[in-house]
């Protein structure tokens, strides 16, 4: 899970990274690094609930719905 998290990490970085200088278009940059963060905070999420931490399960698992639902809107209606 850790290489996991590494990974899922350098790529949110490296597609902030190319939309913020423009080498690819913002829709696109956008997208991915926000699933990628999404898909980030999920495995966040498993590791609080097998550390059973309630509430930051809770939470983490939320805003990664919210960040998926965010995405979606973008991609398919805004």
Same mark, same amino acid.
């Given at each position: 899970?850790?290489? #996991?998290? *590494?990974?899922? +990490?350098? @790529? ?8 913020? $200088?423009? *080498?690819?278009?913002?829709? @696109? #940059? =956008?997208? *991915?690094?926000?699933? +990628? ?6 495995? /966040?999420? $498993?590791? !609080?609930? =097998? =550390? /059973?931490?309630?509430?930051?399960? *809770? @939470? &983490?698992?939320? &805003? #990664?719905?919210?960040? !998926?639902?965010? $995405?979606? !809107? =973008? $991609?398919?209606?805004?």
């Amino acid at each position: 899970m850790k290489i #996991a998290k *590494i990974i899922l +990490s350098i @790529i949110t970085m490296l597609f902030a990274t190319l939309g913020l $200088v423009k *080498i690819l278009p913002f829709d @696109i #940059a =956008n997208t *991915i690094m926000l699933v +990628s963060l999404a898909t980030l905070l999920l495995l /966040r999420s $498993v590791e !609080y609930k =097998n =550390n /059973r931490d309630k509430g930051g399960f *809770i @939470i &983490t698992c939320l &805003t #990664a719905v919210f960040v !998926y639902v965010v $995405v979606i !809107y =973008n $991609v398919f209606i805004g």
